[in-house]
């Protein structure tokens, strides 16, 4: 019989997912233990050819990925890193888009099963409801009876339904602690908070890191304004608060806003500019996720770095190597730029 990656992973004494590494060759593996898995390879005769696979009669089954929004730049990342591990092995990557509804993302969940994907794979954050927790369990249960697999790549868990589906986290929550310490450290004491979406998974991460660095910190929230982590919707509710409370031109009360994405950081700054304030020099502002334009706007964005596309790309190795494997927690990076200055 042809050897398996489970041939392979005994043979070396690694797991399934440190044999499909140094496979792909994307993914640092340290030089004893890649050495170990290319002999074992050798003495196995081991392919993952796919065509050597389909020979064998094994089934090339694609993967899908469920994206808010094809044009967000985070969703891009994610997509691109689940793409290319996909393609990596010889499959090919669905892609569906729910425009951020419910029942849509319900109904393509199911769709892509019958479809007969290996693994769907979904942002966490999106939805709150009692409801639709428990009919996505529902699907995760289902495609797993079907050996197949639901991810989730951040703050979206099925606590209470066992290990039927797959979570893949970054620290989410510490890095909105990063940022918010950086704000407190410069000096700011009275802080705006603008998360992002009202009752998501991932603001409401977000928005609990920043309150516990500026409780730390000994500085005063100011308010939250809830929005969407869009720039226009941002931009809006930022400025009707402003034209509420100060004449164009004068300060406001708080001397910062942390954002809970770039998006909505680069819609109060677009705010900012049109109430006739600068940043940082009247208020700081920091963004969270470090889109590629983050860099690009004036000031240069202080935020927080995500590896979106290293999440894309674990959620594909998890679901097809190793789906029981603890993949920890992948962490964030502080990117300090030029948005954040001490107070006045």
Known sequence: MASTIHDVAAEAGVSIATVSRVIAGNYPVAKKTRERVEAAVARLNYSANPNAQRLRGVDIAPVAVLLGSITGPSFAALAQ????????????????????????ELELVELMRRQGVEAVILPGGSWESREHHDRMAEHAKTLAKEGKHLVFCGPRTLDDHGDDAIDIRYDNEGGARQIAAH???????NVLLMPGTPNGGTASERLRGFRTALAAGAAQEYGVIETSFDREPAREALLAHLREIVPVGSRPPFSAVLCGTDQVAMGVLDALHEHGLRCPEDVSITGYDDVPSARDLSPAL?????????????????????PHADAGVLPVELIVRDSVAAPR
């Open 81 to 104: 890193g689940v793409e290319s591990e996909a393609r990596d092995r010889g499959r090919i990557c669905l892609i569906g888009t729910t425009g951020g509804a419910a029942d849509r």
């Open 183 to 189: 704000v407190v450290d410069k000096g700011h004491r």
């Open 302 to 322: 202080t935020t927080i770095r995500v590896p979106y596309e290293e999440l894309g790309a674990l959620a594909v190795r998890q679901a097809l190597d190793d």
